[in-house]
């Protein structure tokens, strides 16, 4: 492993600040030149090293494809144009190391000329791993908290239908609405696992027309009155995910008792709107809103009941947008932008 990197000169200030960070990195790191139709290492730091089982000075000028590779794929062997071309591409790959196998998140940057790329490999084995985990722990949990929910409410609706005591009756009543209540909240997490693994598409929305659907159906099932303030249309750059938004954040009102939510709008700079959802509900929690707010960390103390706002707080927040609160009411900011195009009726 030699001290300077070849492709810069140490007298050049650029070039020790280069070093430095080549040297530094916590990642395994390796300087590569494009040579005979494929990369020769050029350098690597000591992280390489340490990660990979190599001497330094053993791999450099030989072919990257002899000491980095896996059954399934060669280093960016797919992406190489694309890096040579002077784009930044990084992607998940499996590599050998002198512990095994691993999993790496490596970005190929390009430097001083498409000839040159810096190749940096993150051991992110251990998060992949904890999120297939909670993954499967989170779906075997939803689906037998679902049927055993169902379970319990159509007993308790048996119960109630079956006696003759009033106690007895309202009490069945009470658990078979509530059990229904916590069966729901599977949907929800369903919604909400979709929209944190969801990739944005861009499609055009008529925001106005949407959110009168909404506040039909809102006033259909919850009896709540929304003052619209929005235009008869109002075209927008949409992800398919505006509805939703407006449904959650009207549900959540309606749950906290909300006579009336109002919605606004205003032109910004650009070519983008601000549409404002308050409502009057129920003030949350001094905790409740900490925890919305990022102020604090959720625990079992301070934690929103329903996920109704946090679906609403991730795809606002997702798209430019944001969850706050003003004069004690619950306000939701999107800002999507303007379009001139039509949308799908």
């Known amino acids: ?114 000839d040159r790329a810096l190749i940096v490999y993150f051991d992110v084995t251990e998060d992949e791993r904890r999120e297939r985990y909670q993954r499967v722990l989170t779906r075997v949990l939803r689906h037998t908290l679902r049927n055993e929910m169902n379970a319990i409410s159509a007993r308790a609706e048996t119960i109630a239908a079956r006696t003759d005591d009033d106690t007895i009756a309202e009490a069945a009543t009470t658990i078979h609405e509530t059990a229904l209540d916590v069966a729901r909240l599977d949907e929800k997490a369903r919604v909400a696992e979709s929209e944190l693994s969801a990739t944005p598409e861009s499609e055009t929305a008529d925001a106005a027309r949407l959110l009168r659907e909404v506040c039909h159906e809102m006033g259909r099932t919850h009896g709540l009155a929304v003052q619209n303030g929005l235009p008869e249309t109002l075209p927008v750059e949409s992800d398919g995910k505006l509805q939703r938004v407006f449904s959650n954040v009207l549900e959540s009102a309606a749950e906290r008792d909300a006579d009336c939510v109002e919605v606004t709008h205003d032109r910004l700079q650009g070519e983008h ?48 947008g944001t969850l706050y609160f003003e004069n004690q009411r619950v306000c939701i900011e999107l800002r999507p932008a303007l379009t001139d195009r039509e949308s799908p009726s």
């Open 1 to 114: 492993m030699s001290d300077t990197p070849h492709s810069v000169s140490g007298c050049d200030e650029s070039g020790d600040r280069f070093r430095n960070l080549f040297a530094n990195l916590p990642g395994a790191a390796l300087e590569v030149v494009w040579r005979h139709g494929e990369y020769h290492i050029v350098d690597v730091n000591e992280a390489f090293e340490s990660v990979f089982g190599y001497d330094g000075e053993r791999v450099l000028d030989s072919p990257l494809a002899e000491w980095l590779r896996s059954e399934n794929t060669q280093d960016f062997d797919s992406n190489r144009a694309r890096v040579r071309d002077g784009e930044v591409v990084t992607e998940t790959v499996e590599r050998e190391t002198a512990d095994g196998s691993r999993t790496f998140r490596a970005s190929g940057i390009p430097l001083f000329d498409g």
């Open 273 to 320: 709107v601000a549409v404002r959802i308050h409502d009057d509900g129920e003030t949350l929690p001094a905790q409740v809103k900490q925890v919305l707010s990022d102020e604090t960390e959720l625990s079992q103390l301070t934690h929103s009941d329903g996920l109704g706002l946090w679906i609403a707080k991730w795809i606002a927040e997702g798209r430019g």
